[in-house]
């Protein structure tokens, strides 16, 4: 779940191809003087952008590779929004001639990317997930899609989201639901469902995505692949917008299917710019944490939060999942975490939170377009987000400042943990995927629960700004995936990557995907 928001580079020096690209008398490249060795839609973005460095593989074919993948295979995902064919060959093409050329390449150079319908691209077709924007054309891109553009990556089209990322499921009035490739009638999660579907089902390398509530981890596990949202703020805020909407728990990130290529991606994507006064340096070695290992670790382990439900199967895959842990050499020990609140407590927090978010959302679009969410313009709308700004609009200035003082407690439940631990671990979610048809659980367990917030452990994590990832941990009995939430103290980046490593080194999850 999300809201649309309006140091190191991760750039090489130049890399002499093994085999210079050769040019056509026209300039073009030609694919097959580069294209020797094999590639496939599941190999890593770091492989892809290693191999293309080095002269070994084609952009172009790569990017025609992806094209030809989404064409036969998204009909059944629905994870794109807007595919952009034209624009990522000539991309290619410029990428295969600046290999030529020896020109100094970027960390992504030449590998295809997409891009969350509530970023912006210029010039690309740019909805945020609303029939109110079908037809709105981008006049800007997104300054973390733009260091992913300057790190030479390319970008293939947009992928699907529900408006302004509001939920936890993907689906929206414009584009309709995105599938989890695992089974076609289930759902990818929120609110970045439509690029973790892509990567699961290898229609491309990466995507970009951003996390409110969970909107990386969910669909991370509800797609079988990898989300980490690092601590609060250490990818700037869109420009213009550093104290605007879910300003204070909502950040850009990416999905991916390995650890490594988030790492990648977010050694470009991280840093300040000069419109977030918030926005931390840019001092994390991504890509260095991945080989620091787990040993002397010590783990703490509490599947639901001391307060989540969490469904029978869930809670089996994860009790299995965390032996992997020690495994890897990290003690991991049983314990309850008090976060001063009752479950019902909790969910009413975060849903102050969420609904004064959504309030603002629609004050915006009736400042800047003339959009009455609620009103005249309500049927470009589904009813599950009118409600949430309804309630929002409904809380007094008191009611939003009396949850600071929740949100205080929570912030301290967590915080007693890591004066112990190096390192917490909890179930991503509260259920594995659920139908498309369907809003979301109201019951687990034989607890009611809310349909959109009642099942995001996820979401306790945007409200204490700490680093948290969800790793796959494994399959329930009718083979659906389910996420492990590793979550480290603020700041502590380097710990959590380390750990996802070295937890995909013993259990490397690869073979789970239906699309191989």
Not at 120 to 130: E, K, L, N, Q, Y
């Amino acid at each position: 779940m999300d809201l649309e928001v309006g140091g190191n580079t991760g750039v090489t020096g130049p890399v002499a191809p093994e085999t210079a690209p050769e040019l056509s008398d026209a300039g073009t490249p030609v694919p097959s003087a580069v294209a020797d060795e094999r590639f496939d839609p599941f190999t890593s973005a770091a492989a892809l952008a290693e191999r293309i460095r080095a002269g070994r593989v084609s952009p172009v074919e790569v990017v025609e590779l992806f094209l030809d993948r989404i064409e036969a295979r998204d009909g059944g995902l629905n994870a794109f929004v807007t595919v952009i064919p034209e624009r990522a060959r000539a991309a290619a093409i410029e990428a295969e001639r600046a290999v030529a050329r020896g020109d100094e390449l970027g960390a992504l150079h030449g590998v295809p990317f997409g891009v969350k319908d509530v970023d912006s691209v210029t010039g690309v077709r740019f909805t945020s997930g609303s029939a109110a924007f079908d037809g709105r054309i981008a006049k800007g891109t997104s300054h973390a899609v733009q260091r992913l553009l300057d790190a030479g990556a390319i970008v293939i089209g947009t992928t699907n989201t529900p408006e302004y990322g509001y939920m936890g499921k993907t689906d929206s009035l414009v584009a309709g639901p995105t599938s989890t490739p695992f089974n076609l009638d289930l759902n990818s999660g929120g609110s970045s469902g439509g690029s973790a579907a892509a990567v699961a089902d290898g229609l491309i390398p990466f995507g970009t995505g951003s996390d409110g509530a969970g909107s990386i981890r969910i669909p991370a596990s509800f797609t079988g692949t990898y989300g980490f949202n690092p601590s609060f703020r250490r990818i700037a805020r869109p420009e213009g917008t550093p104290f605007e909407g879910g300003s204070t728990f909502t950040q850009q990130g990416v999905q991916t299917r390995t650890v490594e290529d988030t790492a990648l991606a977010l050694s470009v994507m991280a840093g300040p710019t000069a419109t977030d006064p918030h926005c931390l340096p840019n001092d994390v070695d991504y890509l260095g944490a991945l080989e620091k290992g787990v040993e002397g670790l010590k783990v703490a382990y509490c599947p639901d939060l001391g307060v989540y439900p969490v469904d029978r199967q869930v809670r089996e895959v994860i009790d299995e999942a965390v032996e992997t842990i020690s495994e890897a050499g990290a003690t991991v020990e049983v314990i309850d975490v008090d976060l001063g609140l009752e479950y019902e407590e909790l969910i009413e927090s975060l849903r102050i939170m969420w609904t004064t978010a959504y309030a603002e959302v629609a004050g915006n679009l009736m400042a800047d377009y003339g959009i009455d969410v609620v009103g005249a313009d309500r049927e470009l709308f589904p009813d599950e987000l009118i409600g949430l700004v309804e309630y929002g609009r409904s809380l007094s200035a008191m009611d939003v400042a009396m949850n600071n003082r929740q949100r205080t407690r929570i912030h301290r439940g967590i915080q007693a943990v890591f004066e112990e631990y190096d390192l917490l671990v909890t179930s991503t979610l509260s259920v594995p995927p659920f139908p498309n048809d369907e809003l979301g659980p109201t019951e687990i367990e034989g607890v009611e629960t809310d349909p959109i917030l009642g099942w995001l452990i996820t979401a306790v994590f945007n409200m204490t700004g700490n680093p948290a990832a969800s790793v796959p941990a494994g399959l329930t009995d009718e083979g659906l995936p389910v996420g492990m939430q590793l979550v480290g103290p603020r700041l502590a980046d380097e710990t959590v990557l380390a750990a996802s490593a070295a937890y995909e080194t013993v259990n490397p999850w690869y073979a789970d995907y239906p699309g191989l």
